[in-house]
């Protein structure tokens, strides 16, 4: 009976320590509290983890409170974070209305109640799974990468393919490139490994290949890719990049194209061909359109230099290299390619554009534009630009970019939101989501939560080309190693793909 009682008397001072009270004194700020993340004034999805956050300005206590109406829950502590089923409950109550967020901040017994702000809930839900490139971007541990998802509806994280199952010493190093899927499916999904056991890796409901673009005609690095819509057909930019190190310039690392040309490939053949070869240009960053009639691109006109020096060639390529956004029809009966048009001319304006993402609906081109340059993540002047294709008109999106990076976009399945990654705050790279509506509108950007909220500002490594899926990938890392030390299959050049019969 005495252990019993012992158990109750415990049992309710741990319930006393967790009651959590609004102070009943206190002053008030005009002033919104600083938090880290910043969540102040977003829209986010219905169906979004709880966005936790912590207080960054001096504080011996916080108190939250998240109300909507009649309903409303406390934080107390350093770190506020509502549990799943509490924050489900209340943004389902708040579903396209706002939930009001109150910081109280208590120093020296004293309490300060902040500028209330609100947390927009958008009845457009997002999908329920992001995967990403998990790497650091130290070139001296380049090896420490990995392609890993996380569940959007809560924290749950787990690893794809780790780089490190196929990298057992460095003189057997491997690097990994970015995962694509089709159409958002977690079932057909593909990225390329370089240097050990290098190789395309395929997965196509569930069943998994290895593919060895190498060909005496075609260069075999896929390092860019886009699956067609609904055709058994990827294209690739093939683009070995070399590293240029500047003691001078702010931005330190200059990453760039040794070579650059697109081929298509036929999943189901093995057969692969080139797009439009031509010597004097680079070909990157290729983009089925939604309706799988159109392909966009980036290509920049590279000087040969007079002296037909190799080296020469290669550092005439490290600066002031200007890409430019270009789209070729597509006929999906005969999968023939038609002319070259322009797009997007990012030299005219004495720029680069990169990287386009075309919305599900075919309205809006999102792209990335810097000074220079193919590989925006190195750029710190980065930044996100829309065009209206219906009127051609394109500007920088003010509300998504800030000071530093932003770059390696996409857009959801419902085209109700984007993800990117940004430099800002730390230097590494971090997704942000933000709600687009129909009229191409962006609402401040939020970063991806976490269950502790100091996770990202500890973290050393960047998440690169983010992705949305509509579901988890169930393919294990063991078996992604394993098919990768294989062989592989071999593919056949082709002077033109034809379609499946």
Not at 272 to 297: C, H, M, Q, R, S
Not at 483 to 500: C, M, R, S, W
């Amino acid at each position: 009976m005495k252990i019993n009682n012992a158990i109750v008397i415990v049992f309710v001072s741990l319930l006393m320590a967790c009651r959590v009270n609004v102070p009943q004194e206190y002053t008030e700020s005009a002033d919104y509290p600083q938090i880290y993340p910043d969540y102040i004034n977003v829209t986010v999805p219905v169906n979004i983890a709880p966005l936790s956050f912590e207080i960054v300005q001096d504080a011996e206590d916080m108190l939250v409170r998240y109300s909507y109406s009649n309903e409303e829950f406390l934080c107390g502590g350093m770190k506020a974070q509502l549990g799943i089923d509490d924050w489900k409950s209340l943004v389902q109550h708040a579903n396209g209305m706002a939930i009001k967020v109150e910081v109280y901040v208590e120093n020296n017994g004293k309490w300060t109640k902040h500028q209330p702000f609100n947390i927009y809930v958008s009845p457009d839900s997002i999908d329920s799974y992001l995967s990403y490139r998990y790497i650091s971007l130290s070139d001296e541990s380049y090896e420490e990468q990995s392609i890993k998802q996380r569940c959007l509806e809560n924290y749950d994280e787990s690893v794809i393919f780790n780089n490190v199952l196929n990298s057992t010493t460095k003189k057997s190093g491997q690097c990994i490139n970015c995962q694509y899927y089709q159409q958002y499916n977690p079932e057909r999904m593909q990225f390329y490994a370089c240097q050990n056991n290098g190789g395309l890796v395929i997965v196509y409901d569930g069943k998994m290949r290895k593919i060895n673009l190498n060909n005496d005609i075609v260069f075999p690095a896929g390092i860019y890719s886009t699956w067609h819509p609904w055709l058994p057909l990827i294209v690739y930019s093939t683009n070995p990049t070399l590293l240029d190190f500047d003691a001078i310039d702010s931005d330190k690392i200059e990453e760039f194209d040794a070579v650059g040309d697109l081929i298509a490939f036929d999943v189901e053949k093995n057969e692969v061909t080139n797009i439009g070869k031509d010597d004097e240009k680079f070909g990157a960053f290729p983009l089925w359109a939604p309706d799988g009639k159109t392909l966009y691109y980036c290509s920049a006109h590279i000087e040969q230099p007079d002296s037909g020096n190799k080296e020469d060639g290669k550092k005439s390529r490290t600066k002031g290299v200007k890409y430019n956004i270009y789209k070729k029809s597509f006929n999906p009966d005969t999968w023939q390619f038609g002319p070259q048009e322009i797009v997007f001319d990012g030299a005219e304006m004495n720029s680069s554009a990169t990287l386009p993402r075309i919305s599900p609906d075919g309205c809006y081109m999102l792209f990335t534009m810097a000074k220079s340059g193919a590989y925006h993540t190195l750029n710190s002047d980065a930044d996100l630009w829309m065009m209206d294709l219906q009127t051609g008109e394109a500007h920088a999106k003010l509300a998504l970019n800030s000071d530093d990076a932003e770059s390696c976009h996409a857009w959801s399945s419902n085209g109700r939101w984007i993800v990117f990654s940004s430099s800002r705050d730390n230097g590494r790279f971090r997704p942000f989501i933000a709600h687009v509506d129909r009229d191409g509108k962006c609402s401040r950007p939020f970063e991806l939560p976490s269950a502790d909220a100091d996770y990202h500002r500890q973290l050393t490594f960047s998440y690169i080309n983010p992705e949305f899926t509509k579901g988890h990938v169930a393919i294990k890392p063991q078996q992604l190693d394993d098919i990768l030390k294989t062989k592989g299959e071999a593919v056949k050049y082709v002077p033109q793909l034809h379609p499946n019969k």
